[in-house]
């Protein structure tokens, strides 16, 4: 038994190093500047422009336009983050509490159809979505980059599971005391979910901030440009001889890991209960 715990522990640690290890050679890395990143690659120990960099990414104007610091594109990524798993989560559990409470005759077949979806990743409806996006004035707005990509068919499927688990006599001592549709929705389903909201907003939080390809077809403004799309803006500057910041970049890179490792920190037992827990 202490063998089979040792090699769990070992597993788990080699793990752990197989996680952590880019991350933390992206932040050494982001302490040298880009000349001795581009001549000797990944550096191994501290340099001595982490305030510098860090100051520079952060504060300092830049881009095509000179109008956009590392601050601007947090606030981008955090409106887009929070947007998308908030829209997420509304149009979810408004679906799903429709299809198990209602009992409409098409109930299951609005919901398979739903379910269906999955079959179509964001790059196959791309372009139409684009192009409603765009036939509606959409473009370059937070408005374009939120409400066509906050349909989910996961959401709805795993609200539906849980809306199913719920009593009976809950619905039944509700209309009994007089509660109509949205009372009941409001105060007891919603209560009732914390622990499954907070598993899925974690999950559309992080999938929202880590979007690359929605946000790069719909801005072309750089003020709306997230810290994901910055990344690769930084990376684009090969202009004669100059350099591309590489320590820029990473220092991005690692400024855009911190509010999704928060996210989870904040919500992470709530993440495991919403997953795990079997008796709602």
């Not at 001595?48 to 947090?74: C, H, I, P």
Request: charged share 15%.
């Amino acid at each position: 038994m202490t063998r089979l715990r040792l090699l769990d522990h070992i597993i788990l640690l080699v793990g752990v190093l197989f996680m952590v290890t880019p991350v933390v050679l992206a932040f050494i890395t982001s302490t040298h500047d880009a000349v001795t990143i581009y001549r000797s690659g990944l550096q191994f120990t501290l340099g001595d422009n982490f305030l510098s960099t860090y100051r520079t990414v952060l504060t300092e104007a830049g881009g095509f336009t000179k109008q956009v610091d590392g601050f601007v594109m947090l606030k981008n990524s955090l409106i887009l983050g929070l947007g998308f798993s908030i829209g997420k989560i509304v149009i979810s559990m408004l679906a799903a509490y429709a299809i198990v409470y209602f009992r409409f005759p098409a109930a299951s077949f609005c919901f398979w159809v739903i379910f269906s979806t999955l079959l179509l990743p964001l790059e196959v409806r791309i372009l139409p979505s684009y192009e409603i996006v765009q036939s509606l004035g959409l473009v370059n707005t937070y408005t374009g980059l939120i409400v066509p990509l906050i349909a989910s068919a996961t959401g709805t499927f795993f609200f539906r599971q849980f809306f199913k688990s719920v009593p009976e006599e809950l619905l039944e001592a509700a209309r009994i005391d007089g509660a109509g549709a949205w009372k009941f929705f409001i105060d007891i389903l919603v209560p009732l979910s914390k622990t499954m909201i907070a598993a899925i907003f974690i999950i559309m939080f992080v999938y929202g901030w880590n979007q690359y390809l929605w946000p790069t077809l719909i801005t072309s403004d750089e003020t709306f440009f997230t810290l994901v799309r910055g990344i690769k803006q930084i990376l684009q500057v090969w202009i004669g001889a100059q350099i591309p910041d590489y320590n820029e970049a990473m220092a991005l890179a690692v400024l855009a890991m911190l509010p999704p490792v928060i996210v989870v920190v904040i919500f992470q037992s709530w993440f495991i209960k919403g997953l795990v827990e079997s008796d709602k």
